[in-house]
């Protein structure tokens, strides 16, 4: 069982800076990728961004060239959320997963709340 941490989230005036947090525990061997979901009041969860263990990294177009995730080093299995010049529709539950086979394990969500 993987168990997830997320931390970082908070309050932060639009155009300002904020990085999320997650760290991995448990039965880490079934990790092939983390990343962020994130999800606005009244709205599904939705896709931010992904890192393969390779460093490979994806991102929604609603967040690219704003957001930058990344892994802490190769022997940890923490990873950050870097988020610029947010936007008030950046607001919302962020949630760390990690993936393994189609399988995907959740944390317990940080709230991000964009102020305008």
């Known amino acids: 069982q993987v168990r997830l941490v997320e931390s970082g989230g908070g309050l932060v005036q639009a155009g300002g800076s904020l990085r999320l947090s997650c760290e991995a525990s448990?039965?880490?061997?079934?990790?092939?990728?983390m990343g962020w979901y994130r999800q606005a009041p009244g709205n599904q969860r939705e896709w931010v961004a992904s890192i393969r263990l390779n460093g490979f990294t994806q991102y929604a177009d609603s967040v690219k060239g704003r957001f930058t995730i990344s892994r802490a080093n190769p022997r940890t299995y923490v990873i950050y959320l870097q988020m610029k010049d947010v936007k008030a529709e950046d607001t919302g539950v962020y949630y760390c997963?990690?993936?393994?086979?189609?399988?995907?394990?959740w944390g317990q969500g940080t709230q991000v709340t964009v102020s305008s």
């Open positions: 997963y990690s993936a393994f086979r189609g399988h995907n394990s």
């Open positions: 448990g039965t880490t061997s079934r990790i092939d990728g």
